[in-house]
Structure formats: structure tokens, C-alpha cells
């Protein structure tokens, strides 16, 4: 029995959006550009799918602009953001736990002669608004936090800091990565109080390769990528039709189910965490109020690379933390204060509405063999 739970790395295509790219590659191969008959049906597959995203977003489609994933949307966003208003305002405020996306894009702004202040949390494990807002003055441009942390499910408190930064500082644009929150919560633009807004496809059953940015009227981004004007001018070159498409399907397919997809993770969650209570030396990284799509553990000890491959044996998957680390750890569980041993042994379980209460079991006891098995 294969036991996939590394869905905060990927997830499984659904069927529908596997059908969409099909329709897409074999019927409407039209270029969106073009302006015949062909190209017009492309750009027509193209604008449903922007409007399923605005729509769950509570936006205008004109706001939602396609890109290859959410690494391009949060350069795009923070680069492009950076360049049209940090001429003369040159400092941007960051959470201290975001994706390696937003956190080596700050470095190289940095390098480039912007002042980052990164915020972490406090020493109980937990951010506060007020340490957002007293970073930012009249010189930020710009201040970004993702919505759920990728290695432990933390939910940060984005819009009630951006809507005090916002009170206090009106010009300072708010960015939001929301790749692990996109249909898995409750995300709309205006409760975010964001001005720019990363998703990806390949997180929520659409396909890898293509995600969008969702930007507020009147927001000016300097493009990172120019050529044929696509997406209005912002992020040019032939839009990935197929991949769109499927995209749009898979926000399609999930909006409706959000507060039930929820409750059902929830569930999981709580049968995870009962198993993972009998089982001696084990610890709970993640908050109990985070999200229940991702648990991270540590595992007495045990160090993350080896259990890893132990439970990959028996063809169970999970992971160490983020997958764009490649096993290396980010520095993230120590901004939570996840140190020494317990940050060695992290293990990250990241489930969908499919995993099965079976897959949880067949988990936990691999993971009690593991431990018993496993030399430290």
C-alpha cells in the first residue's frame, strides 16, 4: 500500500483537471494571441479559468494574472512592487519564516541596496501585529507575509497586519504568499487586506506549472519579464493554455468544499495526533490551532534523512520540511524555536480531504518501527 503525505510539496492532479489539460491540448491548441477562430477560443479557456480564481479570490478577473508558478508570482509581486515604488522608499518588512521564494528574493534585494527588516516570532512561538507594524515606517515600500507557514502549518496574522499597516501607513504595499492557504481556508482579498496575492496550481490538484498573482487595481508592478504584452503587459510570453485550463478546473472542482474540506482535515489531524500520543519520544512541532493540512513532528531523535528513506522503503512519503530545500533545512522551525535534535528529526505529514484515516495508520505504525529500529 503506497502512503502519499506530502501533499504541502505537491498534490495529486484530480481528474478534472486532468481532463481540462486534455480538451485543452487536443482541441483547443489555439495560441491566445492569435486572432482567429482558434486563438479566440484559447483566450476564451484562458479568461474562465481567470475568472474561476478571481471569484474564489472575491476579485475581478482583470486583477488575476497567470505565471508559471507561485515562484514567479512572488518574485513578481516583491521584485516588481519593489522596483515601481522603491525609488526612494527602500525598505520592506518580512515575516522571518517565509518560502525560500520571498526569502532569497529579500536577500538579493538586500544586496541591492534595500533595507529588510525581517519580524519573527516571539519566544512563546507566536507573531503579534504590533511587531509588523512598528517595523514599518514612512520609508517601507512594501511588506510581505505568506498566510501558512509551507513546514508547520502556523497561520500568520495577515489581515490583521496589513489592515493596521494599511491604517497607518495607506502607501505601503501589502503582499500575501497564500500557496498553502488557496482553498484550503477561507482567502479572499478583502479580508486579507492584500494588495498582491501568490497562488499556485500544482498545490491545490491543478498541475505544476502555472500559478497566478492576483494584483489590486491601481497596484503598479514593474514586469519582470517583457516580450509580446500577455496578461495586459505584466508577465509576457504565450500563456500555458492546458495548464490554465486545468488550473481553473481544480478551483472549479474545490471552491464549493472549503469549510467541508476543512472539517474533514481537521479530522484527520486528530487521528494523527491520537496515533502519534502513543508513541514514545515523539513531538508535536506544529501549533494546535494551525492548519490541519500540515503536522510537523519530530521523532526522537531519529534524524529526518533516515526516517525518510526508512518509511520510503515501505513506500510511504512525507518530508523533512519544505521540498525547495531539497532536505536542507531552511532555518524556518528555528524561527519557532524547532532547535538542535528536534529540528534534525522534523518530519512534515501534509494531507488532503483524500488521505484516509488507513493511511494514517499504516504511518503511525511505520513511524513506531522506525523509531524502534533506527539507530540514533
Known sequence: MSVYLDNAATTKPCSECVEAILSALNENYGNPSSLHRAGLNAQLAVDKARKSIADALGAA????????????????????????????????????????????????????????????PREDGKFYGIDFVSACDENTCLISMMLVNNETGYILPVGEVFAAVKRRFPEIITHCDCVQGFMKLPVKASSLNADLISVSGHKIHGAKGTGALYVKKGVRLIPLITGGKQEKGIRSGTESVPLIAGFGAAVDKLSPTISQRYEAVKNLKAHLLAGLAEIDGVT?????????????????????????????????????????????????????????????????????????VEELDVFIAALKDGIENIRT
Not at 512519503?317 to 536542507?328: H, L, P, Q, R
Request: proline share 2%; with cysteine; hydrophobic share 35%.
Open 284 to 356: 508535536v512541532n506544529s501549533p494546535d490551532d494551525g492548519s490541519p493540512y500540515v503536522v510537523n513532528i519530530s521523532a526522537a531523535g531519529r534524524r529526518s534523512e533516515i526516517m525518510l528513506h526508512y518509511l520510503e522503503q515501505r513506500e510511504i512519503y512525507v518530508s523533512s520540511g519544505s521540498a525547495c530545500s531539497k532536505g536542507a533545512q531552511s532555518g524556518v522551525l528555528g524561527e519557532f524555536g524547532i532547535n538542535g535534535k528536534l529540528a534534525d528529526s522534523a518530519v512534515r505529514i501534509s494531507m488532503t480531504a483524500e488521505t484516509t
Open 61 to 120: 478577473p482583470e486583477c488575476i494574472y497567470f505565471t508559471s508558478g507561485a515562484t514567479e508570482s512572488n518574485n513578481l509581486a516583491i521584485r516588481g512592487a519593489a522596483a515601481a515604488y522603491g525609488k526612494r522608499k527602500r525598505k520592506i518588512v518580512v515575516s522571518s519564516v517565509e518560502h525560500a521564494s520571498v526569502a532569497e528574493t529579500m536577500t538579493s534585494l538586500e544586496q541591492n541596496g534595500f533595507e529588510v527588516v525581517r519580524v519573527s
